[in-house]
């Protein structure tokens, strides 16, 4: 090997070290995600329209050809050659005009792929308006992705607790901007150990049949993204099923946090304004907070005492209606 080649391979090395250097620290974007799931779509819908437009000019074009032979040249109507006698005496029949039943042939169009109907052959080639028959001029607007600022008034709630110690709650999180949107995806439910609750011990998993969160409704599956209007929300549901013992006598008790207020952890408090010295007067807790898929910050949380340890069980986002206007809304 010369030694220009073996200084053109070193500046390659270099140039490509250079190029990977520079693109280390690029990260996609948390939105990208939802923009791509919305745009492909669209251009899908848009290939699907111009392929259809095209067969339709084509088949057209073709059903005119066999027409445009079987007139004669100059056989007008009215015209010298019109209804005139042949070699043997018998009268010429005039030729049909444009639009009688021997006109141009109406030559049905193939679906669209998707199984709706074509546009008519008699017109341009072009989808039909709305207001007649046949498939509507164009498909509705995409809805945008929902951003973190465009959810808000979130709130938590919690039953009291059943007779085996199970919890069960949700949180209502609402489409707070002047457009509707689409919720692409589930969020978070995360669950934190507070005082000698042990965090090993705690886990969230989707809700499915037959788990023990018996009190769930039913899981069933949700077409995303969930289009949320103006003023209309989700609701995602839990249920907290204790497992274990606890080394604290505490009663159980439930009381919510709403709307990305900070929980305030019982051991941190009782160590400075508790009489007690001891560190058992402490309750153990659980706090249950949920994330819309926008991002942090947190939309709310809930705060479980009594227990150590057990399962958070979550199930799917499902649609909640505008509130009526007499109810007050939340900080959010």
């Avoid at 745009?39 to 000019?57: D, L, M, N, S």
């Avoid at 945008?144 to 709650?169: I, K, Q």
């Avoid at 907290?240 to 408090?269: F, I, K, L, Q």
């Avoid at 009526?324 to 900080?331: G, L, R």
């Amino acid at each position: 090997m010369t030694d220009d080649q073996q200084g053109r391979e070193r500046a390659e090395y270099e140039l490509r070290a250079l190029f990977r250097e520079s693109v280390a620290a690029v990260e996609p974007d948390p939105a990208a995600l939802g923009r791509i799931r919305l745009a492909v779509p669209r251009r899908r819908a848009r290939r699907r329209h111009a392929w259809t437009g095209a067969v339709a000019a084509t088949l057209v074009a073709a059903a005119a050809v066999p027409t445009l032979h079987a007139v004669r040249p100059f056989d007008l109507s009215g015209g010298p050659t019109a209804g005139s006698a042949d070699a043997h005496g018998a009268s010429s029949v005039p030729r049909p005009s444009r639009g009688s039943p021997g006109g141009p042939r109406s030559t049905p169009l193939p679906a669209f792929p998707d199984g709706r109907p074509t546009p008519s052959a008699s017109g341009s080639g072009t989808a039909t308006d709305p207001g007649q028959s046949g498939a509507p001029a164009s498909a509705p607007p995409a809805v945008p992705a929902c951003l973190r600022a465009d959810l808000g008034r979130a709130t938590a709630h919690l039953d009291t607790a059943d007779s085996a110690g199970s919890v069960y709650g949700y949180f209502t999180v609402r489409n707070t901007s002047a457009r509707s949107c689409g919720l692409t995806g589930p969020g978070t439910v995360a669950a934190t150990a507070g005082g000698p609750a042990e965090q090993a011990r705690i886990k969230v998993v989707d809700h499915i049949a037959g788990d023990a969160a018996a009190a769930l409704p039913a899981p069933t599956a949700v077409p995303l993204p969930l289009v949320l209007a103006p003023g209309e929300g989700y609701r995602v549901r839990f249920g907290w099923v204790p497992e274990g013992t606890c080394p604290s006598s505490a009663p159980r008790a439930a009381a919510p946090a709403a709307d990305s207020a900070a929980p305030a952890v019982p051991g941190a408090a009782g160590t400075e304004t508790s009489p007690s010295p001891t560190p058992s007067a402490v309750p153990p807790s659980v706090t249950v907070a949920h994330t819309p898929e926008g991002g942090v910050p947190e939309a709310a949380s809930a705060v479980i005492t009594g227990s150590c340890g057990g399962t958070v069980y979550r199930t799917a986002p499902e649609t909640v209606p505008v509130e009526p206007s007499t109810a007050a809304p939340t900080s959010g």
